[in-house]
T-cell receptor, first 114, second 116 residues
Framework: AQSVTQLDSQVPVFEEAPVELRCNYS??????LFWYVQYPNQGLQLLLK??????LVKGINGFEAEFNKSQTSFHLRKPSVHISDTAEYFC????????????FGTGTRLKVLA | DGGITQSPKYLFRKEGQNVTLSCEQN?????MYWYRQDPGQGLRLIYY???????QKGDIAEGYSVSREKKESFPLTVTSAQKNPTAFYLC???????????????FGEGSRLTVL
C-alpha cells in the first residue's frame, strides 16, 4: 500500500541554523511529490512540488527539496531558518495516473527558537 | 481573487445533530476534496469528487455525506452517525487536465467543528 512517512513529529532549531525535514514514501507506481506548510488555524499552502525533471526543487520562502528515487525520499531543507518559519509541514504524494487521491504524511512541527 | 471559501470558520454542535460545512471555489477546478485533520494524524481523506454529480469515498467516509450538484460547490454533512466529529475540516480542489499538470491541491482556510 502507498504511504508517506515523516519520521520527525517535532523539530526544534535555533534561528539562522539550517534545517532538514525528512519525508519518505512507499509506492509501487510513479508519484508526484509535494511539501505544504500550515500556520495555526489556517489551511495548507504549497511550498514546492516535484512533477518531473530536475530532482532539486526550489520553492517559496527559501525552501528546497531533493527527490531521491532510489531512496524514495523527498527531504525538505532550508539553509537558514527564521522565527516566521515556525509552522507545521506536510509531505504529500499523488499518483501520476489513475485515481487523483493525495496521501499525506502526519506532519512535522518546526519550532524556531530565538 | 480566485480561491476556496469555507464556512463557517468555527462551529459548535450538540451531540445527535447533523451539521453541514460549506465549500465553494471559483478556480474552475474539476476535482474537490474533503479532509479531516486531527493532532498527530495528518490529513485523512473523507470524500473526493472529480466531476459534477459523482464522488468517491475516501479513507474515513463513515458518518459523513457529500453532494456535488455544481462544479463550484462541494458541501460536507457531518451526521449524527459520526462518533467523534470534533476536528478541523479542510476543503481542497485541484485541476485534472493532463496538459496542465500543475498537480497541487489548493486549500481553503478550514472549519473547526466542536461537539459539545
Amino acid at each position: 500500500a502507498q504511504s508517506v512517512t515523516q519520521l520527525d513529529s517535532q523539530v526544534p532549531v535555533f534561528e539562522e541554523a539550517p534545517v532538514e525535514l525528512r519525508c519518505n514514501y512507499s509506492s509501487s507506481v510513479s508519484v508526484y511529490l509535494f511539501w505544504y506548510v500550515q500556520y495555526p488555524n489556517q489551511g495548507l499552502q504549497l511550498l514546492l512540488k516535484y512533477l518531473s525533471g530536475s530532482t532539486l526543487v526550489k520553492g517559496i520562502n527559501g525552501f528546497e527539496a531533493e527527490f531521491n528515487k532510489s531512496q524514495t525520499s523527498f527531504h525538505l531543507r532550508k539553509p537558514s531558518v527564521h522565527i516566521s518559519d515556525t509552522a507545521e509541514y506536510f509531505c504529500a504524494v499523488r499518483f501520476t495516473s489513475g485515481t487523483y487521491k493525495y496521501i499525506f504524511g502526519t506532519g512535522t512541527r518546526l519550532k524556531v527558537l530565538a | 481573487d480566485g480561491g476556496i471559501t469555507q464556512s463557517p470558520k468555527y462551529l459548535f454542535r450538540k451531540e445527535g445533530q447533523n451539521v453541514t460545512l460549506s465549500c465553494e471555489q471559483n478556480l474552475n477546478h474539476d476535482a474537490m476534496y474533503w479532509y479531516r485533520q486531527d493532532p498527530g494524524q495528518g490529513l485523512r481523506l473523507i470524500y473526493y469528487s472529480q466531476i459534477v454529480n459523482d464522488f468517491q469515498k475516501g479513507d474515513i467516509a463513515e458518518g459523513y455525506s457529500v453532494s456535488r450538484e455544481k462544479k463550484e460547490s462541494f458541501p460536507l454533512t457531518v451526521t449524527s452517525a459520526q462518533k467523534n466529529p470534533t476536528a478541523f475540516y479542510l476543503c481542497a480542489s485541484s485541476i485534472l487536465r493532463q496538459d496542465t499538470l500543475t498537480g497541487e491541491l489548493f486549500f481553503g482556510e478550514g472549519s473547526r467543528l466542536t461537539v459539545l
